[in-house]
């Protein structure tokens, strides 16, 4: 569990605004606030120097009262799925692992290092629309506790309308809440000549946008950081084997900073 989410436990939400208020006050009783608060008289000064310490314990519980207010502030980490765990990766030929063994594609190297049952449910050349229209199946089937959403690549190379792709993903993860499981998006990069050339592929902002309206996690940059790298890739638009190892550990990196793997 993150500390975040330690200190959050340690608060509750109902009492955090009595607590803040209760610390504000008892520092403002406290005859170091008098001392601070009082003028000086004339040239007293042993009163100056008494009044020099105390700005130090002001400046300590003004910057204590501020860590605490963002730390009751911010959302706890999600609990982390066990080993054993049902994990469904929806997507395409990244997903499906596209010039490598199913051994070697990121599901398969994710498993083995979180210790879930990851379903490869990736298909080459599936674009949102196809991803979507199978999803109720593969929910059913498995019932995942978690579903990691790698689609959109195939909308882009096809010049699909963006709205299209936009609406495909907030249905998709409608109905992986609907069944109970917990979404996470992963951002694909757009097709970019000169992203290739300069090593510096991106996703487009909609992944972003979707992220933000459906208040799902989104792991933005892995996919991108990959295939930005030549040596990463086996194609221009897949991973290698070894890119497939570097992307399950951007991945594992990700899902243990949200909480979901330990």
Known sequence: ?????????????KR??????RLGSRFAS?????????????????????????????????????????????????TALPAGSTVLALGDSLT????????????ALLASRTGWDIIN?????????????????????HDPALVLVTLGGNDMLRHLPEEETVANLEQIIGLVRQHGAKPVLLATPKPSLAGA????????????????AQHVP??????????????????PLHPNAEGHVLLSGKLFDALQSIGYAR
Not at 1 to 12: C, E, G, N, T
Not at 198 to 208: G, K, V, W
Not at 218 to 235: H, R, T
Request: charged share 25%.
């Open 121 to 141: 449910g990736g298909i080459n050349g599936n674009t949102s629309s196809d991803a979507l229209k199978r999803l109720p199946g593969l929910l059913d089937q």
């Open 218 to 235: 989104l792991i933005e940059d892995a996919v991108a950081e990959v295939l930005s790298d030549p040596k990463m890739k086996g194609d």
């Open 30 to 78: 406290s005859r170091y606030a008098t001392c601070l608060l009082t003028p000086l008289r004339g040239n007293d000064k042993n009163r100056l120097v008494q009044r020099s310490h105390k700005s130090t314990w002001q400046r300590f519980l003004l910057a204590a009262l501020a860590l605490l207010a963002v730390a009751c502030g911010e959302k706890a980490g999600e």
């Open 197 to 212: 050339v300069f090593q510096n592929l991106s996703p487009p902002d909609f992944y972003r946008q979707v992220a933000d």
């Open 1 to 13: 569990m993150h500390k975040d989410a330690l200190i959050k436990s340690s608060f509750p939400r």
């Open 16 to 21: 955090e605004s009595t607590l803040l208020i």
């Open 96 to 107: 499906a692992g596209a010039g490598v063994s199913a051994e070697e594609a990121w599901p």
